[in-house]
Nanobody
Framework: QVQLVESGGASVQANGSLSLSCIASGKTNSRRCMAWFRQVPGKKREGVARIDIGDGSVEYADSVKGRFTISHDNAKNTLSLQMNSLNTEDTRMYYC?????????????????WGKGTQVTVSS
């Protein structure tokens, strides 16, 4: 079992920056894949970025490439998402997610562990 707690969501102006964090606890000594997803109420949860804790490989959704950076601090068991050049389309609830083992994709159904989310609102 892995427990995840996100923080860092806020309201920002367009073109601004924000950093999200997710602290993991529980079974954190095993190889796992960690990711950020986002969602608008009533729509499917969208994969934003993922990182393989074992080999460090990353993957981004096309909509955030070049603007968002995912990283992981192994010593602190903390996943981060640095978001730059934010626009109104980035307004979503952001979720941290984890799956045990290596990363195989960024589809929401692959991830059994989820945080409760943190809200990001971008205003023009």
């Amino acid at each position: 079992q892995v427990q995840l707690v996100e923080s860092g969501g806020a309201s920002v102006q367009a073109n601004g920056s924000l950093s999200l964090s997710c602290i993991a606890s529980g079974k954190t000594n095993s190889r796992r894949c960690m990711a950020w997803f986002r969602q608008v109420p009533g729509k499917k949860r969208e994969g934003v970025a993922r990182i393989d804790i074992g080999d460090g490989s990353v993957e981004y959704a096309d909509s955030v490439k070049g603007r968002f950076t995912i990283s992981h601090d192994n010593a602190k068991n903390t996943l981060s998402l640095q978001m730059n050049s934010l626009n109104t389309e980035d307004t979503r609830m952001y979720y941290c997610a984890a799956q045990m083992g290596r990363c195989v994709g960024l589809e929401y159904y692959r991830f059994p562990y989820w945080g409760k989310g943190t809200q990001v609102t971008v205003s023009s």
